[in-house]
């Protein structure tokens, strides 16, 4: 997908904003608070993809206004297609969201069809030092971007562990009986099944991709069978919740064999993390047939010399848009070919 215009709607902090992106490459230029990282959050969203930033989306629409939008024109597949999400406040702790392709109203899973973006900011060092909560997060929005499928389990194996837990509590409770766990522990296990094997699949191309010496990832499965789900009622009754499956998954940042969060220097975790998102843009561009969006929120001041080296010998290959707080941070090469965009 490439996106050619972008119009934001009391989204955020923008009453109105209009973003004409160049086929190529953008760098929009404003200081910190103009709302820089909230574009790309934009464009994130029409990929189909929510930022982890945002904790409900109420967060999306600008204080005190009851409805917001996201518009965007886009070229995909060689056709020009005009993707919106409307987003009407309800009450204080509901929002309603609408999606549309061209006019008409469609399914939030049918965005990701268009296409993907692969964002690089600062606070991706979370990544490496964060929880595995911020890690699943990021890996199940990666996979959903390419696979429908992987999108659907995970979704219905969300709301299954929340089904499944009730019943955990109710039995504690002496409301329900042991037995009625068989029903959502064959469910569980049926999505579970999916989930593992596409992550399985996803750390093995990223371990034989071509990376600094040393550099790995590592995947820790929360393994589950209807052994184990069987073996572990008794635990998972005393703690009112399910205890292991994909919602336990984790996976390691390795250096020379050592864990990044606790043994690397942030450089390396830096390092490590670049490398991780430029990995993302192969995955993605194999399994989808075309490159993701790539998008730099603010990171030139952060990284070294060799690290921007990195970054720059990918940016030619897909759309890229730059972010950044003033010019000096942004290398004059890029500057010279890139449309400029203040904020």
Known sequence: MEILELQLCNFRNFSAQKIIFDKELTVIIGPNGSGKSNVLEAVSLLCGIKPIRIETDLDLVKFAKSEARIESKVVSQSEKKTLTINFQVIDESIIKKSFLIDGFKKRFSDFMVFGSIVVFHPEDLDLVIGSPSVRRHHLDSLLSACDRD??????????IVVRRNKVLQRIAEGKSKIGELSFWDERLLEHAKYIFKKREEYFEFLNFINVPKDLSWQYRASELSEEKLIRNRERDIAAQMTLSGPHRDDYRFKGKNRDLAFFGSRGEQRMAVLYFKLAQLDYLGKKRGNRPILALDDIFSELDW???????????????IITAAERESVPKSLLKKAKIVEI
Request: aromatic share 12%; no cysteine.
């Open 306 to 320: 060799e690290h921007r080296e990195a970054v720059l010998s990918v940016i030619s290959n897909q759309q890229t």
């Open 150 to 159: 992987y999108w659907r389990n995970t979704s219905s194996y969300n709301k």
